[in-house]
């Protein structure tokens, strides 16, 4: 069974786990970015994590206000969507996806963006199912020849 649940303090060793996993794929997939700065989570971001059976850490994804100039208000991306490679193509990456949209939404967002490289093609595959269109590069990606963006609209819920 999986469950995605808002991180704790108690899940920091997995979260970081994760992600340093999904920083080693990154960079098997893109080698000319080793030691290139690119946009990072920021602090205040809310992560969720996947576990299946209730045990094993099997993903992770972040949601966090996105402030930038010329998008429309009450904007949030999401950020680090990662899903353990035995753990794909089996409804993991649609669950977190749904999660931090339901975050999102709860917390009042009216629009998510998010980015992925264009070398993510099952990202890419993932995202466009869940109803992400393609937009144009926002900051800080408007010079990344790698980055592709999207967003959805939600129906935003008042927050609680």
Do not use: N, W
Request: with cysteine; hydrophobic share 40%; net charge neutral.
């Amino acid at each position: 069974m999986l469950e995605v649940h808002p991180c704790t303090a108690d899940d920091r060793a997995d979260l970081d786990e994760l992600l340093a996993a999904s920083h080693r794929e990154h960079l098997g997939r893109y080698p000319e970015l080793a030691g290139i700065y690119r946009a990072g989570v920021d602090p205040g971001a809310r992560f969720l994590l996947a576990r299946s059976d209730g045990a094993d850490a099997v993903g992770c994804v972040a949601v966090q206000p996105l402030p930038v100039l010329g998008v429309p208000p009450y904007a949030y991306e999401v950020k680090r969507v990662y899903v353990r490679s035995g753990a794909r193509r089996s409804g993991v990456g649609s669950a977190l996806m749904a999660a931090a949209e339901t975050l999102s939404a709860g917390l009042g967002t009216r629009v998510l963006y998010l980015e992925t490289g264009v070398r993510h093609t099952a990202a890419q595959g993932l995202f466009r199912s869940r109803g992400f269109l393609p937009v144009p590069p926002y900051p800080p990606y408007l010079d990344d020849p790698f980055a592709l963006c999207f967003s959805k609209e939600l129906d935003p819920r008042p927050p609680a």
